[in-house]
């Protein structure tokens, strides 16, 4: 009776199937993301899609926390699996909150600067499927993980100074103190710091990361 019930209840290998399919999520989104920022009449298209793709992720967020409370064992502590859980929610959740702000304020041009912040969102999408895929046999990964998360780290680094650079280019644009400048540039400001924050997000990711490796290894 005790192994038919057990059978039922989640397996331990099922949370890493949920990261994975987590971590897919923020590629989708990161890269409809990207397309956005390229602007044009296809700018709302992709803004829905991003729109989706957090969704998507909070039906997998949704079943991870279920299995949480169902489960017997788990690959490493509960906290730590919410916490992970988290982190890639709040990395989506940031990009569906620039694409609603983009839909706002019908934004259909973009600076060079959102790019590359849209180029170095992609980039930290794909490091983080890999380091969760590595997740199951951590012990054995672990150096490849810890590169994985100090480049993550980097990147994060990258964006504060391109945003920097694009807040002082887009200050330089709209300083003539028009009210039109003005609008611009609160608009440019609130889609610059929606960006910066993705990549802030991608690096909870890594530092959550990285304290499971410290707690587990």
């Not at 409370?69 to 919410?82: Q, Y």
Request: glycine content about 4%; overall charge negative; proline content about 2%.
């Amino acid at each position: 009776m005790l192994s038919w019930f057990r059978a039922l209840l989640p397996k331990e290998d099922n949370f890493f199937r949920l990261f994975d399919a987590h971590a897919a999520t923020l590629t989708k989104g990161a890269d409809a993301m990207r397309h956005v920022l390229d602007g044009g009449e296809d700018t709302a298209q992709w803004c829905a899609k991003v729109v989706d793709h957090e969704h998507e992720a909070d039906d997998v967020a949704h079943e991870v926390l279920i299995a949480v409370r169902r489960s017997f064992i788990t690959p490493f502590d509960r906290s730590d699996i919410r916490g992970l859980t988290n982190s890639l929610d709040d990395a989506i959740d940031q990009m569906q909150k620039t694409a609603k702000a983009i839909t706002l304020y019908e934004v259909r041009e973009f600076e060079p600067k959102m790019r590359e912040l849209g180029d170095i969102a992609v980039k930290c999408a794909a490091l983080t499927v890999e380091a969760v895929s590595l997740l199951p046999d951590m012990r054995k990964h672990h150096e490849r993980l810890n590169t994985l998360t100090e480049s993550l780290a980097r990147l994060e680094s990258e964006s504060d100074t391109l945003f920097d650079e694009g807040m002082k280019a887009l200050y330089a644009q709209n300083r003539n103190g028009s009210q039109s400048d003005a609008m611009a540039f609160i608009i440019g400001a609130e889609i610059y710091d929606h960006l910066e924050k993705v990549v802030d997000r991608f690096e909870d990711v890594a530092t959550r990361i990285s304290g499971i490796l410290v707690e587990h290894l």
